[in-house]
């Protein structure tokens, strides 16, 4: 059974930085797509940043380039987000997601069925 958990959301003043974290188990993580989403309250679920198997592709929203990065520790079957320079509006809860299958490209994951954690509270005040 696949199994998605994220940490490290929180309260944060606009200007600070987080890092949150996703541990996947059930499932060969190297082999692999992973990324994040976030939904605002009122808003559509939208993808923030995926990452391929190894950590050679990644793709960011334009809203947060330049400010998030994306990496993944294989050998721990965790990814991270580091988030800086955040704003009020990077305010949402934050999934993690794995593809359902592995070998797939980080576009099958942005658009396609995945596995999901149940998300990490991030609120950025101004």
């Known amino acids: 059974q696949v199994q998605v958990v994220e940490s490290g959301g929180g309260l944060v003043q606009a200007g600070g930085s987080l890092r949150l974290s996703c541990t996947a188990s059930?499932?060969?993580?190297?082999?692999?797509?992973m990324g994040w989403f976030r939904q605002a309250p009122g808003k559509e679920r939208e993808g923030v940043s995926f990452?391929?198997?190894?950590?050679?592709?990644?793709y960011y929203t334009d809203s947060v380039k330049g400010r998030f990065t994306i990496s993944r520790d294989n050998a721990k079957n965790t990814l991270y987000l580091q988030m800086n320079s955040l704003k009020p509006e990077d305010t949402a809860m934050y999934y993690c997601?794995?593809?359902?299958?592995?070998?797939?490209?980080?576009?099958?994951?942005?658009?396609?069925?995945?596995?999901w954690g149940r998300g990490t509270q991030v609120t950025v005040s101004s």
């Open positions: 059930g499932l060969a993580f190297t082999g692999y797509a």
């Open positions: 997601a794995a593809a359902l299958r592995p070998y797939t490209s980080i576009d099958t994951l942005r658009v396609g069925d995945k596995y």
């Open positions: 990452i391929s198997q190894m950590g050679a592709v990644t």
